[in-house]
């Protein structure tokens, strides 16, 4: 029951929105919502921990939970119940000021829920086949979402959004149906299994050439909606046109479920092929995204548009670090998903406030000082940007390191310096635009900033939770990281 | 192996995907978007049709619903409702393209042979028909051109449309017995919400840029 739960309680809370009349009740469904599935998630953790890291399965193995897929389960219920925090504030104002009208505040509403049922099912379905439609689906829901302002750029951004996914996610199929007939004729029956726990375990029986030729493809698909360069165009677009708060989830949580899909298919790839084949294309890629990254935020004049550029870099670090197998470059990368989904949702809230402030989010318009003008929104966005650039104490400073630790001891030492030289370009560049903007003089008479308690708690919660976790990591969470990082390096 | 009976099955699936690639080239060429439209229509009867052919030649009865929802959801539904947004929109014809008509035939015949050439060690694998996998690829990598070459948004869609038809067919060539009943209605419904959600995009893309020249969405930028 605990996992349809979990998938049904985000549903339902989509459909109600939809018929839910007063503002405030599809504000409290949506917290409410999301505050059960953090809920359930936990017991799902717990459950995944006393069964010794076995799946948790229903409906005769269509869902499965693992230790990975837990954890996922976990990012997501939080940045979407930080999420939901923070739009309540933001979508008040949208909504007093004209830039949102009642349709599209209606829309935000349905279509969150509806996003976030489509990442975990992502995440708990174990048919290939359906965990491509789920992937599917978020792209769906979220299309809109960045189209919700309904401006020249924010439709430019979603029509990218949408072809670009929408291409990525053909060739992600065509390679999920090479990994299907890769299995056909190996068990005797007619139709195979279209289970990933079932093809992982018949796994060294499957078509060795299908299944490369499926990796490539399903590299190239689901790639895209990770945002791994060459394919990230769409990312920046989509990041800064979307409101904050989905531009929140796009970043947060969204880009990690594709990684996850991505990761799914480099487990069976390599139980398959027993090479690195599928390492090295993930490392090929990840350095590629990481170096990428750099100069284009050294060159930024929009702040949500660096802070994606600076998503690209975290997602290449991790596909770096998964590609790398060594047992701490992958605990180093799990725990960096988790670090980053904490930290660049509060980086987006900072920047819808501003935005709502100035009307722009251009650097140069918005001019510097911003810690006098917005104290509050300038001290939380400071913390975070520390947070995000790699610097003590926050916990991106230790998964970082982790996974410098784990690569300079495995293959693939020379990799690291290459992570280290865009570790340090994204550093010097992210904390250049940053104090450019928070420090030095304002630029005028501006009042100070009202800001609401419940737009403070939708900010410093992640925070808070982020530097809690970095000084003190519960064992329970390092043992289930221990059990999916296990489970990505192919033991039992 | 395959049953005797499925030679003649064979032959027929071999001359419907053939057909298939046929109208592919002619959506390159055709510049009216309503007729674009029925050639896509005609071409997903022909994926139905060869669903229905599979699903006789070899017993297999899950197979026709693939057809079903093939022939209700893109030759029925999906047409008309494009149709109806090109009405509503008011715009029938595409300008021209980047590449002219002869240099894009050339081009898409290079994408053809290319297919062939990618397809050829795989096709041992192939269950049915001969090719199908190549013209499968074929389709996607003409799709692809046909989605570079055009400025107008519903092309856009139709193109994308038509590599989720290689796709399919690729699915019916490798698999036989087509993929579990799940996956397929879910595909099904996915591409269906998507062509909505894109028809909902292109009305307002058209409103805002009084246009639907995707040529003109050019102002984002790194």
């Known amino acids: 029951m605990l996992l349809i739960s979990i998938l049904c309680v985000p549903f339902v809370v989509g459909l109600l929105c939809l018929f839910a009349r007063p503002h405030a009740l599809m504000e409290a469904l949506n917290i409410a919502g999301f505050a059960s599935v953090l809920i359930l998630g936990v017991k799902l953790f717990k459950t995944v921990l006393t069964n010794n890291g076995n799946a948790v399965t229903q409906w005769n193995e269509f869902l499965r939970a693992d230790a990975l897929s837990a954890w996922m389960v976990l990012l997501i219920a939080i940045v979407s119940l930080a999420t939901s925090l923070y739009a309540v504030r933001y979508f008040r104002r949208d909504l007093a000021n004209g830039t949102v009208t009642e349709r599209g505040f209606r829309e935000y509403y349905v279509l969150t829920p509806l996003f976030a049922t489509g990442m975990l099912l992502v995440v708990l379905a174990n048919n290939l086949g359906v965990m491509w439609i789920a992937v599917e689906a978020t792209a769906l829901s979220s299309v809109l979402l960045v189209a919700l302002y309904n401006r020249k750029t924010s439709l430019e951004a979603a029509w990218k959004y949408v072809m670009l996914g929408g ?13 299907y007939a890769a299995a ?189 003008t917005m104290p509050v929104t300038a001290l939380l966005l400071g913390l975070a940007t520390v947070a995000v650039s790699g610097l003590p104490p926050f916990g991106l400073f230790v998964s970082e390191l982790t996974v410098l630790a784990g690569s300079f001891t495995s293959n693939y030492a020379w990799a690291s310096v290459v992570i280290l030289i865009s570790l340090i370009v994204v550093f010097c560049g992210v904390l250049n635009k940053m104090a450019g903007l928070l420090l030095g003089p304002s630029n005028g008479a501006h009042a100070r900033e009202t800001i609401s308690l419940s737009n403070i708690a939708a900010m410093s919660l992640p925070l808070g939770t982020l530097l809690v976790f970095t000084v003190w990591l519960p064992d329970c969470l390092r043992q289930l990281m221990e059990l999916a990082g296990n489970i990505i390096r192919g033991l039992p | 192996m395959n049953p005797p009976t499925s030679e003649s099955a064979a032959h ?144 856009q869609v139709l193109a994308l449309l038509t590599m989720e038809n290689g796709v399919m067919l690729a699915a019916i060539a490798l698999t036989t017995y087509g993929m579990p009943l799940v996956v397929e209605i879910g595909i099904f419904f996915d591409v269906v919400v998507a062509v909505m959600v894109l028809g909902i995009l292109v009305f307002r893309i058209r409103e805002t840029f009084a246009s639907m020249d995707v040529s003109k969405l050019n102002e984002l930028k790194w």
């Open chain 1, 167 to 179: 291409v990525g996610l053909v060739l992600a199929l065509f390679g999920t149906i090479f990994t």
């Open chain 1, 184 to 372: 056909i004729g190996k068990t005797g029956g007619e139709m195979p299994s279209f289970n990933w726990s079932r093809l992982l375990a018949m796994a060294p029986q499957l078509d060795h050439h299908l299944i490369t030729l499926a990796f490539i493809f399903v590299l190239v698909g689901y790639g895209t909606k990770a945002g791994l360069a060459p394919m990230h165009t769409w990312l920046p677009d989509a990041h800064s046109e979307a409101p904050s708060p989905t531009s929140a989830m796009l970043s947060g949580v969204s880009l990690k479920i594709a990684i996850y899909a991505l990761v799914r298919f480099h487990i069976l790839v390599t139980a398959c092929l027993h090479s690195s084949f599928s390492s090295n294309l993930l490392i090929g890629f990840g350095l590629f995204s990481m170096l990428l990254a750099g100069p284009f935020i050294l060159v930024q004049q929009n702040l949500k548009r660096m802070l994606a550029y600076s998503s690209l870099e975290h997602v290449g670090l991790i596909f770096v670090a998964v590609g790398m197998n060594a047992p701490l470059t992958v605990f180093g990368a799990l725990l960096h998903m988790g670090y980053h989904a904490l930290t660049k949702p509060v980086l987006f809230f900072a920047a819808g406030n501003i935005q709502q402030r100035f009307h722009t989010l251009d650097f140069q318009r918005i001019g510097s000082g911003l810690v006098r």
């Open chain 2, 12 to 155: 027929l699936i071999t001359l419907l995907a053939s057909i298939m690639l046929v109208l592919q080239l002619l959506l390159v060429v055709q510049r009216m978007l309503v007729a674009n439209i029925r050639v896509f229509a005609t071409q997903s009867l022909l994926l139905a049709a060869i669903a229905a052919v599979v699903g006789y030649a070899y017993h297999a009865p899950h197979v026709y619903v693939v057809a079903v929802l093939t022939l209700a959801g893109k030759v029925i539904f999906l047409p008309w409702w494009l149709e109806r947004l090109v009405r509503q929109i008011k715009i029938e014809q595409e300008i021209d393209a980047f590449v002219n008509v002869p240099a894009a035939m050339l081009i898409c015949g290079a994408q053809t042979v290319l297919a062939y050439i990618v397809a050829r060690p795989i096709t041992s694998l192939e269950r049915l028909g001969n090719n199908t996998l190549a013209v499968a690829i074929a389709l996607m990598l003409i799709g692809f051109f046909l989605m570079i070459n055009r400025r107008k948004a519903i092309t």
